[in-house]
Each structure stands twice: as structure tokens, then as C-alpha cells.
């Protein structure tokens, strides 16, 4: 006898397609997109759609109220079906808690089929939900704002994404590099339409309405006719609105300007976000921290360079196919020229990316954490500027840390009202001028114990150390400890510090000419370090240089620059000076746990009878 030939796979598999694809019943589908519930039901005979509906639920109507979304798909059931003996049929989606959409349909006296929902009906809602959504989402209002700071590399960025409608509004916040308010404006604009497309891909195909609203006059007026206004000629701007316009090049677009502080709730909030951005830009910490606590091995420090997706292309490691032009004038008084010929490039750009101070921002995270070990040991590390160009503060030697807490509400970090007025007077001239400006930051350091560093050995003297840490800092052409400068001119009667003693305060000076430093070794008095910085050599007006391509006279390059960075240069001051005192410490005390340096340093006070001062 011949046993029966077995049903090829294929063929017992198409009756089961078929019975799912002709299955007839009332599908039901929820989606929770930004917040917002969508909903559709769907009733099928066999093949065909008999019945529809849809909606929204927006998040403000929506929150804990699972009874209001379920009374529309009650109601919406109810329109569709003919009898109640009809299926009903959905997916397994959570709603809330641990609440799914079956167990919820249920209670509400739908028999609900364990069965696959009909391939019909779950089609045609997926179409629904689809259209729904962008419909919803079909005009989208970006409001932005850019703030800046005369003292800080960064600058904040905030935006609104808000679609309307009920919908909760998307708020984020970025920080980059940037001092010329015009470009940070519409970097802003441009920042906002790449967040945004992270939530919908087909953001940018002219299914969507854009309404784009600024405080800033000038972005409006370029975005809306650029070839006619006069900032055009800045390159950067024009880069920036070409990269806006280009990404909006098939939807609907409309620009706004809006009145700043007037009272516009999503300018107010915009504001804030590009404050706090601005301001709370930080490390992320990668490895030798964990729990909040060191584990006594190298501490790693990550901070990203957020501008570096505008030149992510031109500064890339690997071999582009793009054509990167080179840049062949080297401006007076930076590394480029030098740095050309001793590495035997033919690139400016080569050695100016790594000379540019933006370096300094890994100084200023590391220099944190030294900052928090002296912290530990009572120690407190300060900076202020003393003078920009001919603008000097008047002389305090009677400086506490108390006097520090305010120092950042100065746009140029000076301590004294008057002279930061007139140092950002004199800071708008020049820059108006084309000029940028130098000027002197000083650090000092409350709470040293006498006898860090050492005189038996050059490299040990912590003058040297301290003058090399700072003089390293970008286009910080001197370095002085205490009245340096000054006693240079004096008779040798009128330059020191006289020694006193008394029961009470053991041995003391009157006076501190020496800046807390005598013989390579600190005093116990207050440490104090000037830097001298010089303009910088980036001027919007370029100085004489030579083409080294074609050694033809030209003017030097144009690049990004900032008017006036003696303020920033004074916290990376800070941030090496920490670095040199923290080592110091632990050269002289040692130790593996911050007890054991804590242990040692009062039993060194107590042998040298020092008291913090």
C-alpha cells in the first residue's frame, strides 16, 4: 500500500493566510506617539472595510484618565459594528500600569478574540494611525534663543518644538563654542530643525508646515532675504542660513521675530534653556569614579566638542572625497607659520586646530577635580582679572575667598564694579575697531601650608612650576608671582617681607611682596599669580602676512575669534595652578586615601606649630 504523499509546506501554509486575510471583525489599534494617544477602530468583512474611526487624545487630556481614551473606543465600536456577537480583535499594548488594551477592552463587555487580528482590518488602521499622526503633527512652531558670555568659550542654545494642538511641546538645550550673537542665533534655528527630525524622518519632505520664531531681528531679516542684508558678507552667517534653507528647501516655511523678555512664554523658556545650557555645560566622567567616590586609579574626563559636527568633514581623520581647501596664511603671533616648518606641512589648518585654546577646556575639567582634592585639605583656589588693556582695577591685598562668591556676575570677572563697567566699555570700542585686547587675570590660593615645593633642586621650586603651568595658557606671554613686576624697581629695604613672631600666631609677615613664595617654597601667606596675556592674533582685521603656497604678501587668515578672552584665560589659570598645588601636596604627604593625607598634613602643622591663616 502507498503511503499518502505528504501537503508541501507551502500549500498547508496558504489556506492559514487566507483565513487570517479574509477574517471579518473589528480590529482595534492604540499608539502612543509624543505623547499623545492615537487611536483607530476598523470593521472588515472578508476583504473589504465596512466601517471606520479615528482619533487623538492629547496629552493634556490624557495623563492617568485611561477612562476617557477607552469611552472613545466604546463609542467608536459601538458606531462600526452591526451586532454585538461581532469579534473583536488587538494588539497586546500596554496602557497603563500593568493594564494592557485585551484586559481593557474586556471590562468593558467586549468579547475579545485571541486570534490574529484580520490582516485587512490591521492594515487599514495602520493607514489611519499614519495619517492621523501627521495630520496632528502637520504645522510645527520652533521657538529658539541664543545666550552668550563675555567670560565663557560656550555658548547656550534653547529651543521649543511645538506642534500644537494640545500636544506637549519638546524643549533641549545645546552649548558650543561661539562669540558672534548673529551666528549663534541661527546656529540655534539650525540646531532645533536636526533635533526635531530625530522624531519624525519624513520631517523634511513638505508634508510639514514650519513657523520659526526668533528674537533676533538680524536672523530673521538674513533667513528671509540673505543676499540683500548687510551681514551677509559675514561667511559664517551665509554658511549657516544656506544650511537652514537648504534643509527647508521643500516645506512651507514662515519667519517670526519676537520682542525679547515681553512676556512670550516659549521666548521666555527658550531663554532660560540656552542659560542653563551655557552655563551647565560639563565633563562626563568615563572611568576612576564610581558611587561619587575615586578609586585610586586614573580619573578620565570626557568633553565633547559639540561644535565639531560643523566640521566633522573638514577635520576628519580618515581620507575624505570631498575637496577640503588648505589654508596657506599664517597669522602673526600664532603657532601657524612655526608650525608649518617644523612639522613640514602645507596646511595652516594642521597646526591651528591644536595650537587653538579650545584645548583648555580638558584643563579646566581636570583642574576641578585638583580643585577638589585641595578643597579636602582647606584650601581654596580663585581667579579674577586685574586689568584689559590700559583698564586696571585698584590694588586689594586684603583679598579673602568670601570675596570671590560674585566674581562670575561680572562679564569680565573683575571684582570691582567700576573698572569691569569701564573694562567692557573699552572692550565694545576696540572690538568695534576690529582690535582685540590683552590684559592681566591673577589666581590666589587661601590656605597653604608652608613648605610645598623646594630650594635644593631647580625642578622642584614651585615658582618655576607655577610660572610654566601658566605661561602655557594660550597667547600668556608672562607669569609673576606676588608684586614681582614691581619690586623689580624697588631698593631691596622696600621689596620684602619682614618676619614677626608672637605666642599666638607663631611666625607671620606683615606684609606679602613675595606672593606667598620665598626660596621655591610657599610662606603660608596667600599664593598669588598673575598672568599677562597678549591680544590675540585672530583680528577681523588681518594683519600683513605671506602666502606660504605662492610666498606672495597677503593678509593673514580670517577665523573665529573672540575680541577679549582674559576673563576665560583667568579660569584655566585657576585650573593650572590647582594642578601644580595639588601635586605639591602630594609629593610632600602622600598617601592612598584622603585620610592619610588629611593625617600627615596635621601632624606636619603640628610639628612647624602652623596655623591656617
Not at 84 to 108: I, K, Q, T, W, Y
Not at 199 to 226: C, K, Q, W
Request: proline share 5%; hydrophobic share 40%.
Amino acid at each position: 500500500m502507498q503511503a499518502p504523499r505528504p501537503m508541501p509546506p507551502a500549500m498547508r501554509f496558504i489556506p492559514a493566510v487566507q483565513e487570517v486575510t479574509e477574517r471579518s471583525g473589528v480590529t482595534v489599534e492604540v499608539v502612543p506617539h509624543n505623547q499623545n494617544l492615537f487611536w483607530a477602530v476598523v470593521r472588515t468583512q472578508a476583504i473589504e472595510v465596512v466601517g471606520q474611526r479615528n482619533g487623538v487624545l492629547p496629552v493634556h487630556e490624557s495623563g492617568q484618565k485611561l477612562g476617557v481614551l477607552m469611552a472613545h473606543i466604546d463609542k467608536a465600536i459601538r458606531a462600526v459594528r452591526c451586532n454585538a456577537a461581532e469579534s473583536v480583535f488587538c494588539d497586546n499594548v500596554l496602557l497603563e500600569g500593568h493594564l494592557r488594551l485585551p484586559e481593557a477592552l474586556a471590562r468593558m463587555g467586549f468579547e475579545v478574540s485571541e486570534q490574529f487580528r484580520p490582516l485587512v482590518g490591521a492594515r487599514a488602521a495602520a493607514a489611519l494611525l499614519r495619517e492621523s499622526i501627521d495630520d496632528f503633527h502637520s504645522e510645527l512652531t520652533i521657538t529658539t534663543d541664543a545666550s552668550r558670555s563675555w567670560h565663557s568659550p560656550l555658548m547656550g542654545h534653547g529651543w521649543i518644538l511645538d506642534y500644537g494642538r494640545g500636544s506637549s511641546p519638546t524643549i533641549n538645550a545645546y552649548a558650543a563654542t561661539g562669540k558672534e550673537i548673529l551666528q549663534g542665533e541661527l546656529n540655534s534655528i539650525h540646531y532645533a530643525l536636526l533635533d526635531a527630525s530625530r522624531y519624525r524622518e519624513d520631517l523634511f519632505t513638505g508634508r510639514v508646515r514650519f513657523h520659526i520664531r526668533s528674537d533676533s531681528l538680524m536672523a530673521i531679516d538674513l533667513l528671509n532675504n540673505p543676499a540683500s542684508h548687510a551681514r551677509s558678507r559675514s561667511q559664517a552667517a551665509r554658511s549657516i542660513v544656506h544650511r537652514i534653507h537648504e534643509l527647508l528647501s521643500r516645506s512651507e516655511v514662515r519667519y517670526s521675530w519676537v520682542k525679547a523678555h515681553a512676556g512670550d512664554p516659549m521666548n521666555e523658556l527658550a531663554d532660560r534653556l540656552a542659560l542653563v545650557a551655557r552655563r551647565c555645560y560639563a565633563a562626563d566622567i568615563t572611568a576612576g569614579v564610581r558611587h561619587g567616590r575615586t578609586l585610586g586609579g586614573p580619573i578620565a574626563l570626557q568633553v565633547r566638542n559639540r561644535d565639531f559636527a560643523n566640521w566633522e568633514e573638514r577635520m576628519n581623520p580618515w581620507p575624505v572625497d570631498a575637496q577640503t581647501a588648505e589654508v596657506h596664511l599664517p597669522r602673526p603671533g600664532h603657532a601657524d607659520l612655526v608650525g608649518t616648518q617644523k612639522y613640514g606641512l602645507s596646511d595652516v589648518r594642521d597646526i591651528l586646530e591644536r595650537a587653538s585654546a579650545r584645548e583648555t577646556a580638558a584643563r579646566v575639567a581636570g583642574g576641578a577635580v585638583a580643585k577638589a582634592f585641595l578643597s579636602a585639605l582647606g584650601v581654596g583656589v580663585f581667579s579674577h582679572v586685574i586689568q584689559i588693556t590700559g583698564v586696571t582695577a585698584p590694588r586689594r591685598d586684603d583679598l579673602t575667598p568670601e570675596d570671590f562668591a560674585a566674581v562670575d556676575e561680572s562679564p569680565v570677572r573683575c571684582l570691582d564694579e567700576e573698572a569691569g563697567r569701564a573694562m567692557v566699555a573699552e572692550i565694545n570700542r576696540l572690538r568695534k575697531a576690529n582690535e582685540s585686547l590683552g590684559g592681566v587675570f591673577e589666581v590666589r590660593a587661601f590656605g597653604l601650608v608652608p613648605g610645598l615645593g623646594s630650594h635644593v633642586s631647580w625642578r622642584e621650586r614651585l615658582d618655576g612650576v607655577l610660572g610654566q603651568a601658566v605661561m602655557s595658557i594660550q597667547a600668556v606671554k608672562g607669569a609673576a608671582v606676588g608684586d614681582a613686576i614691581e619690586v623689580a624697581g624697588l631698593p631691596g629695604s622696600k621689596a620684602h617681607d619682614e618676619i614677626f613672631y608672637d605666642d599666638e600666631r607663631g611666625f607671620y609677615r606683615q606684609t606679602n611682596r613675595a606672593g606667598g613664595l620665598e626660596g621655591g617654597m610657599t610662606t603660608g601667606d596667600p599664593l598669588v599669580v598673575r598672568g599677562y596675556m597678549k591680544p590675540l592674533p585672530t583680528l577681523t582685521k588681518p594683519l600683513r602676512s605671506v602666502d606660504i603656497a605662492t610666498h606672495e604678501p597677503a593678509e593673514a587668515l580670517r577665523e573665529r575669534t573672540d575680541s577679549c578672552t582674559v576673563p576665560a584665560a583667568g579660569v584655566v589659570g585657576e585650573a593650572m595652578v590647582a594642578f601644580v598645588l595639588a601635586a605639591a601636596y602630594r609629593r610632600k604627604f602622600g598617601g592612598d586615601h584622603i585620610s592619610d593625607v588629611t593625617a600627615a598634613l596635621d601632624a606636619y602643622r603640628a610639628r612647624i606649630g602652623w596655623q591656617r591663616r
